[in-house]
């Protein structure tokens, strides 16, 4: 029993380096860890150009103490997608705030596109998920945020605890945020929440400003696509600076959410670098 009780007072503390290089036109991944944070085998369903990337964390989730930093930098000329095989969960904290905190370098020509599945915050949670990326005058970026407060498909609505939210692209982007299950003119008010407990957002982002053509037929395409969506009325669409396209979603559940964001990301890679909206194996299991 006591061991055991050490066990659930554990705090893990996991770091991860990922780095990302173009070798003879092939984009290679390296990478080197301590604690229970590391990517599984590279994938090329694109061929040599894009690195395809899973991230695992074998305990799953965070409780209070636990910290999860990453740090990658995607070399000149390489592109990595890398994404998660499942949420993200920050469980009932007792110890203090549980933080998971991405640095990110992309380097000139290069491409990430970090995409990762939903972060789950659980009721009782106290919690900050944290991405920083910093991108070079011709990097660009496809990254999305899918936030899903409480567990409503089991009767566990998020009513206690606290979440914050950090999105950082330094020097052109910047948000920051506190989800307080108390406060509920946030939660439960038409200019906050409006009673729904999943909130997305998908960035690009580049290092200079975006073409204007160009950034006019992405917005367009995914205008065109919430038109036809039964999410039209909570979600949109706009450039708020030359470097960055934002779309924003709103929903009770994470499933339409993540639905969309797939779409559009899709559409976005198409439009915006002429690939396929190749998905990563793990999405369709």
């Known amino acids: 029993m006591v061991i055991f009780s050490q066990l659930l007072t554990m705090s893990w503390l996991a770091r991860l380096n990922l780095e990302y290089s173009l070798k003879a036109g092939r984009s290679v991944a390296r990478f080197s860890h301590d604690g229970p944070l590391r ?8 061929g040599n150009t894009v690195c395809h990337n899973v991230l695992v964390h074998p305990p799953s989730g965070l409780v209070g ?19 998660t095989p499942g949420a993200t969960r920050f469980y009932r904290s007792e110890a203090g705030l549980a933080t998971q905190q991405v640095s990110a370098l992309v380097e000139d020509d290069a491409r990430l596109e970090w995409l990762p599945q939903e972060a789950l915050a659980y009721s009782g949670c106290d919690a900050i998920n944290r991405a920083r990326f910093v991108l070079a005058p011709k990097a660009e970026l496809l990254t999305w945020d899918i936030t899903a407060l409480g567990l409503p498909h089991s009767q566990q609505p ?22 307080d299950a108390q406060d509920l003119r946030l939660m439960n008010s038409p200019p906050g929440l409006a009673g729904q407990r999943c ?14 053509d160009r950034a006019n037929t992405a917005l367009d395409e995914v205008r065109a696509t919430l038109e036809a969506s039964p999410l039209r009325l909570r979600s ?50």
């Open 236 to 285: 949109g669409v706009t450039q708020p600076n030359p470097q960055v396209l934002v779309l924003r979603v709103l929903t009770p559940v994470v499933e339409p959410a993540i639905q969309l964001m797939r779409s559009v990301w899709a559409s976005w890679r198409q439009t915006l670098w002429s690939l396929p909206g190749t998905v990563p194996r793990l999405w369709n299991l």
């Open 65 to 83: 103490g636990d910290t999860l930093d990453i740090q990658v930098t995607v070399g000149s000329g390489s592109h990595a997608l890398v994404t």
């Open 199 to 212: 909130i997305a957002t998908l960035v690009f982002a580049a290092g200079s400003p975006i073409a204007p």
């Open 158 to 179: 998020f009513v206690a605890g606290r979440f914050q939210q950090h999105l950082e692209v330094t020097g052109i982007w910047l948000e920051r945020g506190m989800i």
């Open 39 to 46: 990517v599984l085998q590279s994938l090329y369903p694109e």
